[in-house]
């Protein structure tokens, strides 16, 4: 017998959530989500790969239009996902889907995106690992581990020393509680990502303070999931 | 805390208080949330579900496969029509409504996931038939919805709530068990006799393997809701009658979790086993998936 894992009542009698799969639907939505969070605004263009059981049952269970829709920036109980291919062409969003063996390593219900806006572009992975709960998972190449179960910030910048400081003592001033820290590093290109959780959202002000340091590339605010 | 069905009872009884009561406390002190705000949420999740029935017994469901044909509405119009099923006017319609919601879902309509979204139609088809028969209030259904959620929560801490993890008893016979106690509640039953219909309603969806023809949450899970409706009535008339179950309610979970962790792995989600793996089921599963390719061509 487990110990509780400190589970809400409304884990139970809930989510609220735009059928058939918690999985393939509502986690696939989540991923959209997120991954147009971490972009920084909607994309024109939107490769979206599909792995495992996401492309080989995804169709029945709308895990394309629920991806589409996260992309749109909506969430798992918005009744328009059945309709976001429509609305994707209405906003300005062309995408393309394509099935492909990312390995067994993989989580069975993975997603790769490659978004683009003009010259911007980024590559995004990430998995839906259960009870609409989700794992983004590579960010540019980047192994990273990003749920959305928190307040989360997302700084790319130069490798070099004294950056973690630079960070964590503006939070400290700020009051701002972190709850977990990560750092991955691209050795070759001298680039790294910090992820960190917070307790509380991080304000404007401060995100607009991190963009200012000449080594940070750029700063992502990513909400916590709700529902 | 919810780790055990005995523990709630007796907490109920010691406090001489329902057992909705128990668990609302118990979620004010973990979440720091009051409890105006508990109850708003968990009216919008009422609301939400009576939007689901109404929509699903409205017209005929579309579903993303076709596979199910709008079974809901067709019955819904049949009992209505007849006034002479045999389940009886309340048990009929709260199977037409328990199709109505997978059937939704299954059309990708939103709906509360209780405790799964392939076993979503089950507490709202108990709970908005209760109150159809019985005049409850909304508020008095919201309170239902706290005592199934613990009972759900005692469920997920000792076994586990998913399909792929413990088969179809797992999903749609813990669904049954949490709206069977929460109806007992409801119709003024002792927090025991609401122990005892979980058990009898458990028991009688023990093994019950989860076989979703071509993997899709459509044949036979809405169906199956329509069963573990008709478990839950009978295990709630049971109870209230004081009939008991000779296995306590933990102990019944605890044999669903072994259950499960022996399950073969192609009886838990896979689509390889049982109804899924039927010369039938094959063949609407390919034809399926041919159809699906055909469409798999992109907007550009």
Redesign the interface.
């Known amino acids: 017998?487990?110990?509780?894992?400190?589970?809400?009542?409304?884990?139970?009698?809930?989510?609220?959530?735009?059928?058939?799969?918690?999985s393939h639907?509502?986690g696939a939505v989540r991923l959209g989500l997120v991954a147009r969070s971490i972009f920084g605004k909607q994309p024109d263009f939107a490769v979206i790969e599909l792995h495992g059981s996401f492309a080989?049952?995804g169709?029945?269970?709308?895990t394309d239009?629920a991806l589409v829709a996260g992309l749109l920036g909506m969430e798992p109980?918005d009744?328009q996902?059945?309709s976001s291919?429509q609305l994707?062409?209405e906003a300005g969003l062309?995408?393309?889907?394509k099935?492909v063996d990312l390995g067994e390593s993989q989580h069975p219900n993975t997603v790769h995106f490659l978004l683009s806006s003009g010259d911007h572009k980024m590559e995004i992975a990430g998995s839906s690992v259960?009870?609409?709960m989700i794992a983004i998972t590579r960010l540019d190449g980047f192994p990273v581990n990003l749920t959305a179960e928190f307040e989360t910030l997302l700084i790319i910048g130069d490798d070099r020393p004294g950056t973690i400081n630079a960070i964590t003592a503006r939070l400290y001033e700020e009051h701002i509680n972190v709850a977990f820290f990560n750092v991955s590093r691209d050795q070759r290109g001298g680039q790294a990502i910090m992820i960190i959780e917070t307790d509380d959202p991080i304000p404007v002000e401060l995100m607009e303070y991190f963009t200012s340091f000449n080594w940070v590339h750029a700063v992502r605010r990513i909400p916590r999931l709700k529902e | 805390m919810f780790t055990s069905i005995q523990f709630l009872i007796e907490q109920a009884e010691k406090l001489q208080q329902p057992l909705h009561e128990i668990v609302i406390q118990f979620e004010i002190s973990s979440s720091g949330r009051t409890r105006e705000s508990l109850t708003a949420d968990m009216t919008r999740r009422l609301d939400t579900m009576r939007s689901s029935v109404e929509k699903g017994l409205a017209g005929p469901v579309h579903t993303l496969s076709s596979l199910s044909k709008g079974n809901a509405y067709k019955y819904y119009s049949a009992i209505n029509h007849s006034h002479n099923a045999l389940t009886g006017p309340w048990l009929s319609r709260a199977i037409a409504r328990a199709m109505a919601v997978g059937e939704v879902n299954a059309g990708m309509g939103c709906i509360v996931a209780t405790p799964t979204a392939g076993a979503a139609g089950i507490l709202p088809a108990v709970l908005l038939s209760l109150q159809e028969a019985r005049g409850f209030s909304d508020s008095q259904l919201v309170d239902a919805l706290f005592t199934a959620g613990g009972i759900g929560i005692v469920i997920v801490n000792r076994a586990n709530i998913s399909g792929a993890a413990g088969g179809c008893q797992a999903e749609t016979g813990s669904a049954a068990a949490m709206a069977a106690a929460a109806a007992v509640e409801l119709l003024g039953g002792t927090p025991q006799q609401s122990a005892h219909a979980v058990a009898l309603a458990l028991s009688n969806q023990l093994g019950l393997v989860c076989d979703p023809v071509a993997g899709l949450v459509e044949v036979p899970c809405i169906l199956r809701n329509a069963g573990a409706v008709s478990q839950c009535f009978t295990a709630v008339d049971l109870a209230m009658a004081g009939v008991e179950s000779l296995i306590p309610a933990d102990e019944v979970i605890d044999a669903m979790e072994r259950i499960g962790g022996r399950m073969d792995e192609r009886f838990r989600e896979t689509a390889q086993g049982g109804l899924a793996a039927t010369p039938t089921g094959r063949a609407l599963a390919q034809a399926f998936w041919k159809q699906a390719r055909g469409e798999n061509t992109n907007d550009l």
């Open positions: 017998m487990e110990n509780t894992r400190g589970l809400s009542i409304f884990d139970i009698i809930g989510p609220i959530m735009v059928g058939p799969s918690s639907t509502a080989e049952t169709r029945g269970h709308g239009r109980s009744e996902i059945p291919f994707a062409r062309k995408y393309i889907f099935n259960g009870g609409g």
